[in-house]
Structure formats: structure tokens, C-alpha cells
């Protein structure tokens, strides 16, 4: 019995342990001045490759300063993920509530309400788990991210890391294999799909066809278009309009009013 309470204290404290380290390591503030040269997303990335047999493929990644990626693709990306981002402080708790109700709702995770700070934070040093102790050392990472790191300096090493595609990790690898073009030469609509796909880029390419990404980027592209960012509508850059689309696949880092605005814009904002 004494072997077994030994045992079990002995977990608890390798646990917390494990949780605890990342209030010192990694060395985030080393990150203001070094960019990374690859992540825990692209190492996982090429761990799934060598399982499945291809272990000669290689990530596809290049570094682009935050100057040089087209301001179309800064303001989608930040519409589609984190229309917050430069207020908060890495927790979008409204964002999290709404997810949280959802999920509970669905009685699985099929929404998530993380910022652009905690998915950089994933996608630096940890996995695509949805355990409950990733998520706390996710939180841990993102408040030493938030801490030690500019906003400009978060998104930058955001979209350079950030994955669009199987083993596709950075804007300009993204911007080069979908469109051949650089980042810097986005146009608001290959940005609104580019954002589109951000939430699961191994399901679905933003130069597809699917439903989703049609009609994701529309409303990303509207919301665009409402502010100012690009001047002509999506119909007339189109010649359509976007299919009927359930609200709910819209909302990650999308406020609802703006959502709402985007669909009926006749509606007014709170």
C-alpha cells in the first residue's frame, strides 16, 4: 500500500514538474532577435512522414520580415483568428467562453477560441494535442510569450511559422506553392483564402473547392472590404455570392457582430 501511495506521488510530482519547467524553458526573449529554424510542428510534421514511409520529404518553409508579407494577408489573418489581437493580453476569454459552451454542447471539441499568442506558443514547442496539460503548458508559453515579445514581433514569427498545407509551414512557402507568388504580392482574395484554411490546413486548401473555404473567405473578405482594407465587394470580384453557411464555422477569432455584418448588412453594429 505504501509502494502504491509512494508510486502515485512520485506521478504527481513528475507531472507538475513537467508543467512547472516551462515558467523557465524555452528561452522565449532569445526569440526578439532569432528566428526559429524549425518548430515542434514541423518536427512532428516529418515524424508522421517517417512513419508513414516517406522519410525523404522535407518542410517546405522560408522566412519573410513581417515588412515584406502583403498587409491583405496581415488583416485576413488577424479578421479570421484573432480580431483582438493587438488588445488582449494572450486570452481572448470571450472567445474561450464561447468555445467552451460549444463543446460542452457538442459533448466533444469541435471549436477552439485560441489566440494568435497560444497558437504560436503550440506551434513552437509543443504538439497538436487537445490534452488538458498541453493546454496548461500552452498557457504558461503564451503569458512568457506575451511577456517577453512585441505584438509586431508575436505576428511575425506567427505567419512565418504557421502551417498552410501538409509539411507547407510560413506565408511565403504558402504564397509561392498555391499561388506562385510571394507574400508580399497577396491580393485581398487569395489572403481571405489563405486565412481561410488556418484552422485545419491539412483538411482543406484554399485553392479549393470546398464549400467551407468558399464561403469562410467570403465573410473574412466582406469583413475586409466593410473596413476599408479593399475597396470592391466580393460579388463584384466574383460574380457570386457566397453559398448559405452555418454561422458556427465562421467564428474562430470572427466576433459575432462582425459576422453578422458581413451576412446582413443591413444590421447594425452594438
Keep these: 500500500m505504501k509502494f502504491i501511495r509512494n508510486s502515485a506521488v512520485l ?120 490534452n488538458p496539460i498541453r493546454k496548461l503548458k500552452e498557457a504558461i508559453l503564451t503569458w512568457r510569450i506575451e511577456q517577453a515579445l512585441s505584438k509586431k514581433r508575436i505576428l511575425e514569427i506567427y505567419l512565418n511559422v504557421a502551417e498552410w498545407g501538409d509539411g507547407i509551414f510560413g506565408i511565403e512557402a504558402a504564397a509561392r506553392h498555391y499561388y506562385g507568388t510571394s507574400a508580399a504580392g497577396l491580393t485581398a482574395v487569395q489572403a481571405s483564402r489563405l486565412a481561410a484554411v488556418l484552422p485545419n490546413p491539412i483538411r482543406w486548401s484554399p485553392t479549393g473547392g470546398t464549400r467551407y473555404v468558399r464561403n469562410r473567405s467570403a465573410i473574412i473578405y466582406r469583413v475586409m472590404v466593410r473596413r476599408g482594407i479593399v475597396l470592391p465587394g466580393y460579388r463584384e470580384m466574383t460574380g457570386r455570392e457566397p453559398d448559405a453557411v452555418s454561422v458556427d464555422t465562421l467564428k474562430r477569432g470572427v466576433p459575432e457582430f462582425l459576422i453578422d455584418q458581413a451576412l446582413w448588412p443591413e444590421r447594425k453594429a452594438p
Design 11 to 130: 506521478v504527481v510530482l513528475f507531472f507538475l514538474l513537467d508543467i512547472l519547467r516551462y515558467f523557465i524553458l524555452p528561452d522565449v526573449s532569445s526569440l526578439e532577435g532569432t528566428n526559429p529554424e524549425k518548430t515542434a510542428f514541423m518536427e512532428y510534421r516529418q515524424k508522421a512522414w517517417k512513419n508513414a514511409g516517406w522519410a525523404d520529404r522535407r518542410v517546405s518553409y522560408e522566412w519573410v520580415p513581417l515588412q515584406k508579407i502583403s498587409g491583405n494577408l496581415l488583416k485576413a489573418v488577424l479578421i479570421a483568428e484573432d480580431d483582438k489581437f493587438w488588445q488582449h493580453d494572450g486570452f481572448d476569454y470571450e472567445a474561450m467562453e464561447r468555445a467552451l459552451e460549444k463543446n460542452l454542447k457538442e459533448r466533444k471539441i469541435t471549436m477552439g477560441g485560441s489566440t494568435i499568442s497560444q497558437q504560436l506558443a503550440k506551434n513552437l514547442w509543443l504538439s497538436p494535442s487537445k
